[in-house]
C-alpha cells in the first residue's frame, strides 16, 4: 500500500459517495486505500458500508463512539489503523478538494520535507468556501496570532489551520501528541521542528450539509493554543500587565500634579515602552534573539511600533474622555487591553523574525548592525 487517506467525519452523510468517486478518480495511479475514522450520530457509518461494497478502491470504517481527542483523535486513530505510511489527511465535506491529493504526493515525492499542506494563503490559494467576511477575518486573525505564538515552527507556514496535509505516520509520535481539538497539523507542527512545503489550493463550499463552525469551536481552538503554547504568551501577557499598571499609575500620577492628560499618557507611554522591551528581551523572546536582526534592529522595530500605536491609542483615549465621559485611568486602561494582542502578534512575527537563509542585509540593516558593533567595540567611540 502507498498512501492511506484519513477522513475524520461527523455527519456527513450526503457527502460520502462523490467523496470516495473523487477520490478514486484523483489516486486511481495509486495503491491507496481511505479509511473513515467516522464520530457520527447520523447515517454516515450506514452509507460509508454501502459506499465501500461497490468502491474501486479499499474503503474502511472505523466508527467511534467516545470521540476521545475530537477530529484531532480521530486523525491519530486513523494513522495507527493505516495501511501505508504515507498518509493524507482530508476533511469529508469536500471542501478540500480530492484532485489536489497526487499534488501532494509528487511533492512529498521529492524527498526535501517532512511534510506537505495544502494552503488557502500560499500563492493562488483562496479561502472562497468561508461563509462570509466575518469568517475570513476571524480566520486570517487567528493564523496572525497562532504564528505569533510558533515563530519559528510556523516562520514558513502560511496555513497552519489547514486539515488538508500529507506526513509519514512514522514521524508522528503518538504517545506524545495529545490532540485535543480540530486543528490537528498545529497539534503535530507545534511539537518538533518538521520541513514543511506548501501547495496552494481554492477552499470551496461545503458539497452538502451544514458547517461543524461553532463558538464552542472557537472555544476549543483558544484552548488548544492556550496549552500548546502558554508559556511564551503568558509572559508577555504578565509583562504587558505590569506596564499597563505602570502606565496607569504614572497617568494617576501625573493628572494628580495638574499635567494635562495627554502629555501624561504620552510621558507613560514612552516609559513603558521602554521598560516593556527591557524585560520581554530578558524573559520573553530571550530563546529567538539569535536567530533575529541585531539588538538595535529589533528596538527600533519595537520603538517604531509601539509609538505608532501611541499615536493612534492616545486620541482614541481623548476620544473616550471627551465624548464618551470615561476617566482617564479607565480610557488608558480599556485601550491596553486592545493594543496586547496586536503588540504580542507584531514582535512575534516582525520583531523577532528568524532571519532567512542567505538573506542579504538591507543597507540600513548593514548601516545599524555596523553601528551597533561599534558600540559593542571595547574603547572610545
Known amino acids: 500500500m502507498q498512501l492511506s487517506i484519513i477522513v475524520p467525519t461527523f455527519n456527513e452523510a450526503p457527502n460520502i459517495a462523490e467523496l470516495v468517486r473523487r477520490v478514486t478518480a484523483s489516486v486511481s495511479s495509486l495503491d491507496a486505500e481511505i479509511v473513515f475514522v467516522d464520530d457520527s450520530t447520523d447515517a454516515t457509518p450506514g452509507v460509508i458500508r454501502e459506499v465501500a461494497k461497490t468502491a474501486t478502491m479499499p474503503v474502511r470504517l472505523i466508527h467511534r463512539e467516545t470521540r476521545e481527542g475530537g477530529l484531532g483523535g480521530a486523525v491519530i486513530e486513523g494513522f495507527v489503523a493505516a495501511e501505508a505510511?504515507?498518509?493524507?489527511?482530508?476533511?469529508?465535506?469536500l471542501q478540500h478538494p480530492p484532485e489536489k491529493i497526487i499534488e501532494l504526493w509528487e511533492r512529498f515525492a521529492q524527498g526535501d520535507v517532512d511534510i506537505v499542506t495544502a494552503s488557502r494563503y500560499a500563492g493562488g490559494g483562496t479561502a472562497n468556501g468561508l461563509a462570509d467576511r466575518t469568517r475570513v477575518?476571524?480566520?486570517?486573525?487567528?493564523?496572525?496570532v497562532t504564528k505569533a505564538m510558533f515563530p519559528v515552527k510556523l516562520h514558513d507556514?502560511?496555513?497552519?489551520?489547514?486539515?488538508?496535509?500529507?506526513?509519514?505516520?512514522?514521524?508522528?509520535?503518538s504517545a506524545i501528541l495529545k490532540p485535543r481539538g480540530f486543528k490537528i497539523l498545529l497539534e503535530i507542527l507545534a511539537r518538533r521542528n518538521f520541513r514543511v512545503a506548501e501547495i496552494p489550493f481554492d477552499f470551496a463550499g461545503r458539497h452538502?450539509?451544514?458547517?461543524?463552525a461553532s463558538m464552542r469551536?472557537?472555544?476549543?481552538?483558544?484552548?488548544?493554543l492556550t496549552a500548546l503554547r502558554f508559556g511564551k504568551m503568558s509572559l508577555f501577557a504578565v509583562i504587558g500587565a505590569l506596564g499597563a499598571v505602570a502606565n496607569v499609575a504614572i497617568v494617576w500620577a501625573l493628572t494628580g500634579l495638574d499635567?494635562?492628560?495627554i502629555w501624561a499618557a504620552i510621558i507613560a507611554a514612552e516609559a513603558t515602552i521602554l521598560g516593556n522591551f527591557v524585560l520581554q528581551e530578558r524573559f520573553v523572546f530571550h530563546d529567538m534573539r539569535d536567530q533575529a536582526s541585531s539588538m538595535w534592529m529589533r528596538f527600533v522595530k519595537s520603538f517604531t511600533f509601539n509609538n505608532a500605536e501611541a499615536l493612534i491609542r492616545i486620541p482614541i483615549i481623548a476620544l473616550m474622555v471627551e465624548s464618551g465621559h470615561f476617566s482617564a485611568v479607565i480610557a488608558t486602561a480599556i485601550t491596553l487591553v486592545f493594543a496586547f494582542v496586536l503588540r504580542f502578534v507584531?514582535?512575534?512575527?516582525?520583531?523577532?523574525?528568524?532571519k532567512k537563509p542567505g538573506e542579504a542585509p538591507s543597507r540600513a540593516r548593514q548601516l545599524a548592525e555596523e553601528i551597533d558593533e561599534q558600540l559593542m567595540t571595547p574603547g572610545e567611540l
Open 85 to 93: 505510511d504515507l498518509c493524507v489527511v482530508i476533511d469529508g465535506d
Open 137 to 144: 477575518l476571524v480566520s486570517k486573525a487567528s493564523t496572525a
Open 157 to 173: 507556514v502560511t496555513d497552519p489551520m489547514t486539515g488538508f496535509f500529507m506526513i509519514d505516520r512514522r514521524s508522528v509520535d
Open 208 to 212: 452538502a450539509g451544514e458547517s461543524k
Open 217 to 224: 469551536q472557537g472555544l476549543h481552538f483558544l484552548t488548544q
Open 259 to 261: 499635567v494635562d492628560y
Open 346 to 354: 507584531f514582535h512575534s512575527l516582525v520583531v523577532y523574525a528568524p
